[in-house]
C-alpha cells in the first residue's frame, strides 16, 4: 500500500511570512499533484509534476518534485489569506494512471491577516 | 451548467432509510470516481468507473452500491447505513488514457450525516 505523508498538519501564520508544507512517501510515483480544497467545496488542483527534481512555479506558490520522485514540496512566498485553506498531495501509481491516485491527509493553512 | 456538480449538498439520514447521491459531469470525460473524506483521514477512494464499467471498488461495504448510467452520470446508493458512514463523498471526473497523469476533477462533495 503506497502511503504519502504530509507536514505539518496544521499551521497558523501571519499574513506576509513564508512557508513550506511537505509530502514523503517510501514509494515512487509517476506524477505528483497538488489540490487545495476550501471549506464546502472540493479539492482544486493548483499543480501536476512528473519530472524528478522538476520545479513549478504558479504567481507565489513553488512546488518542486524529489530527484526520486518520492516526495514533493510546496512553498509559499508572502502568505496572503486568500491562501488559507486545505492543501492535499496525490501520487499517481507507477504504472502511469491517474486513477490510482493515492492522497496524503493534508495541510490545514490559516493565514492571518 | 460547468464542471461536476453534486446534489444533495447536504443530506441526514437515519440508519433504516434509503438515499442516493448524484454527480453529474459536464467536460466530457469517459472516467468517475466516488471517494470518501472524513475527518482527519486522507481521501479514500471507493469506485471507479471507466467507459461505464466499473474498473476499481476498493473494499467498500455493499451498503455503498454505485450505479454508473451513462459517462456524465454517477450515483451512488446508500442503504442501512451506519454512523461511521458519515463524512463528505466527493465525486470527480477525468479523462482516462493510457499513460495517465490526467487531472481528476472534483464535485464541491455531498456532506452525509448518519444518525
Known amino acids: 500500500t503506497q502511503l504519502l505523508e504530509q507536514s505539518p498538519q496544521f499551521l497558523s501564520i501571519q499574513e506576509g511570512e513564508n512557508l513550506t508544507v511537505y509530502c514523503n512517501s517510501s514509494?515512487?510515483?509517476?506524477?505528483l499533484q497538488w489540490y487545495r480544497q476550501e471549506p464546502g467545496e472540493g479539492p482544486v488542483l493548483l499543480v501536476t509534476?512528473?519530472?524528478?527534481?522538476e520545479v513549478k512555479k504558479l504567481k507565489r506558490l513553488t512546488f518542486q518534485f524529489g530527484d526520486a520522485r518520492k516526495d514533493s514540496s510546496l512553498h509559499i512566498t508572502a502568505a496572503q489569506p486568500g491562501d488559507t485553506g486545505l492543501y492535499l498531495c496525490?501520487?499517481?501509481?507507477?504504472?502511469?494512471?491517474?486513477?490510482?491516485?493515492?492522497f496524503g491527509s493534508g495541510t490545514q493553512l490559516t493565514v492571518l491577516p | 451548467e460547468t464542471g461536476v456538480t453534486q446534489t444533495p449538498r447536504h443530506l441526514v439520514m437515519g440508519m433504516t432509510n434509503k438515499k442516493s447521491l448524484k454527480c453529474e459531469q459536464h467536460l466530457g470525460h469517459n472516467a468517475m470516481y466516488w471517494y470518501k473524506q472524513s475527518a482527519k483521514k486522507p481521501l479514500e477512494l471507493m469506485f471507479v468507473y471507466s467507459l461505464e464499467e466499473r474498473v476499481e471498488n476498493n473494499s467498500v461495504p455493499s451498503r455503498f452500491s454505485p450505479e454508473c448510467p451513462n459517462s456524465s452520470h454517477l450515483f451512488l446508493h446508500l442503504h442501512t447505513l451506519q454512523p461511521e458512514d458519515s463524512a463528505l463523498y466527493l465525486c470527480a471526473s477525468s479523462q482516462d488514457w493510457a499513460g495517465g497523469q490526467e487531472t481528476q476533477y472534483f464535485g464541491p462533495g455531498t456532506r452525509l450525516l448518519v444518525l
Open positions: 496525490a501520487g499517481a501509481a507507477h504504472s502511469g494512471s491517474a486513477r490510482q491516485l493515492t
Open positions: 509534476v512528473v519530472t524528478g527534481g
Open positions: 514509494s515512487v510515483f509517476s506524477s
